[in-house]
């Protein structure tokens, strides 16, 4: 059943927000620079502050909760809580918007999801956006007891759920899997009428969900039919209400290289990079994942000065 309340907006309007997924926290090799295996909590203040200062819109941090021990090598095992992160970044900035992107929702019975993140949106004076995913990996399911043919409908049932909690104090709700009356969930959020909820995926069905469920879309990946055409989709279901929608970028230098960036990265002037990424917007994107390809922490904070100086203003 698509949701029965009204979507919350929070992307300012008139310009193209951008954010950023926190490096360290996450140490896939598929994204993970080498220089983030030595690194340690400082430098993630280090760059969170910065991009605190640089106007980033959020930071966000991904969700694994245990990694098998087939996959630990093409994954790593290194994926740091995301409300526990999030909470510590909260004390050491003051604007950014704190993003799970995305917290796996059926891993958790909903009303704990929902005590995590509006504790955390009291915290942090309303900053919090909850980005909610279905999950992949089949064998952290079967560990944590969790049926994974089941995990688009628990996502969808504790989407509501949440959503419930975050706009009363008392939630009514009685589904197939959860039944809730007459329990409170408390501190309540500072956001009102409660934090955004944003669905990630690239799937048809995650598509799906983030028009009849979501305030946003986070992309996992370019959907198969291309992010045009995934737009349009959202769109045909959303009808005439607004939904705030996600894209990603190439991984991005700003200026002129001394090094090799690999595949699917551009650099250059602050004027060209920001054409690339308002291209995303002529599209129908409000806010963009930017990335940075680097060989120290150091270098990274220069890149995120860099680019508030010379991209931010074009955008």
Not at 9 to 38: D, H, K, N, T
Not at 72 to 94: E, I, K, N, Q
Not at 138 to 145: D, H, N, P, V
Not at 260 to 283: F, H, K, T, V
């Amino acid at each position: 059943m698509p949701r029965a309340w009204p979507a919350v907006q929070v992307v300012p309007r008139g310009g193209l927000a951008y954010g950023m997924q926190l490096p360290i926290v996450a140490q896939s090799p598929i994204f993970a620079q080498p220089w983030e295996a030595g690194a340690d909590a400082g430098d993630v203040v280090r760059i969170a502050q910065a991009c605190d200062r640089a106007g980033f819109f959020y930071l966000a941090v991904s969700d694994h909760v245990c990694i098998p021990r087939d996959r630990a090598t093409a994954m790593s095992t290194v994926w740091y809580d995301p409300v526990a992160t999030l909470g510590f970044l909260a004390a050491a900035t003051r604007h950014v918007r704190l993003l799970s992107y995305v917290y796996v929702l059926p891993y958790r019975h909903p009303l704990a999801t929902a005590k995590a993140f509006a504790t955390l949106d009291a915290l942090s004076g309303g900053r919090v956006i909850l980005g909610a995913g279905a999950g992949h990996l089949e064998a952290e399911f079967q560990t944590l007891g969790v049926e994974f043919a089941r995990r688009g409908r628990l996502l969808d049932e504790a989407i509501d759920v949440i959503v419930k909690a975050f706009l009363d104090e008392f939630p009514a709700h009685t589904g197939p899997t959860w039944t809730i009356r007459d329990m409170a969930v408390a501190p309540r959020p500072h956001q009102q009428p409660r934090p955004p909820i944003w669905v990630g995926g690239s799937t048809r069905g995650a598509l799906r969900r983030a028009a009849e469920r979501g305030d946003g879309w986070l992309p996992q990946g370019v959907p198969q039919m291309g992010l045009a055409e995934a737009i349009a989709y959202i769109r045909r279901i959303r009808g005439d209400e607004p939904i705030e929608i996600g894209a990603n970028s190439p991984w991005l230098y700003v200026g002129t290289p001394r090094f090799d960036l690999g595949p699917n990265a551009r650099s250059g002037r602050g004027e060209a990079i920001a054409a690339l990424l308002r291209d995303l917007q002529a599209l129908g994107v409000s806010h963009v994942g930017v990335r940075f390809r680097t060989r120290s922490v150091d270098e990274l904070l220069e890149q995120i000065d860099a680019f508030a100086r010379e991209v931010a203003p074009h955008l």
